[in-house]
T-cell receptor
Framework: DQQVKQNSPSLSVQEGRISILNCDYT??????FLWYKKYPAEGPTFLIS?????DKNEDGRFTVFLNKSAKHLSLHIVPSQPGDSAVYFC??????????FGAGTRLTVKP | DAMVIQNPRYQVTQFGKPVTLSCSQT?????MYWYQQKSSQAPKLLFH???????NEADTPDNFQSRRPNTSFCFLDIRSPGLGDAAMYLC????????????FGPGTRLTVL
């Protein structure tokens, strides 16, 4: 039962352009959403989060947008840098339950 | 630096031979998790400890067990590994509330021959 879905396994963008990573979820009870970033041979590291009471959260070059009616969130990276190349996982949780992860999107930022 | 450490990073075992994966943390977090991640799939939660309270996911096979002898250490025991158990095993910790960030270790890649 895949409650969190990342339908694009990979994304390639040019350095300096915007990267948009998408995530859909099926459980309307989710009230907290996170993005994790994973480099090869390392564990995922927390990047940015958003509560369901908001529709946008920004941290430097990273912005997460939440559309509750569509059960969709996205991560925008502007401008994209080669060091952003990694696998990005979307995750969601609700009511003190544990997180459910998407399968990840591999972002490649080309110089 | 405070961190989540997993040993070994790579583990090879034979079909049916018990194996133990180790996780330790210097963060003094209450919660410790074990995830299984197969190639191109989402990390799948196996179980977690909230302090000494063990919480098993409903679909975690009986073949998988866990021990948490103290706050710092948590072990994943696979009693009779099958070929389908080959995966990356991730350990993570969290302070307490579900909105707290989970901190992940680098993972142990298990190969079953």
């Amino acid at each position: 039962d895949q409650q969190v879905k990342q339908n694009s396994p990979s994304l390639s963008v040019q350095e300096g352009r915007i990267s948009i990573l998408n995530c859909d979820y099926t459980n309307s009870m989710f009230d907290y959403f996170l993005w994790y970033k994973k480099y090869p041979a390392e564990g995922p590291t927390f990047l940015i989060s958003i509560s369901s009471i908001k529709d946008k959260n920004e941290d430097g070059r990273f912005t997460v947008f939440l559309n509750k009616s569509a059960k969709h969130l996205s991560l925008h990276i502007v401008p994209s840098q080669p060091g952003d190349s990694a696998v990005y996982f979307c995750a969601a949780s609700y009511n003190n339950n544990d997180m459910r992860f998407g399968a990840g999107t591999r972002l490649t930022v080309k110089p | 630096d405070a961190m989540v450490i997993q040993n070994p990073r790579y583990q090879v075992t034979q079909f049916g031979k018990p194996v133990t994966l180790s996780c330790s943390q210097t963060l003094n977090h209450n919660v410790m998790y074990w995830y299984q991640q197969k190639s191109s799939q989402a990390p799948k939660l196996l179980f977690h400890y909230y302090d000494k309270d063990f919480n098993n996911e409903a679909d975690t096979p009986d073949n998988f067990q866990s021990r948490r002898p103290n706050t710092s250490f948590c072990f994943l025991d696979i009693r009779s590994p099958g070929l389908g158990d080959a995966a990356m095993y991730l350990c993570a910790t969290r302070v307490g509330a579900s909105t707290d960030t989970q901190y992940f270790g680098p993972g142990t890649r298990l190969t079953v021959l």
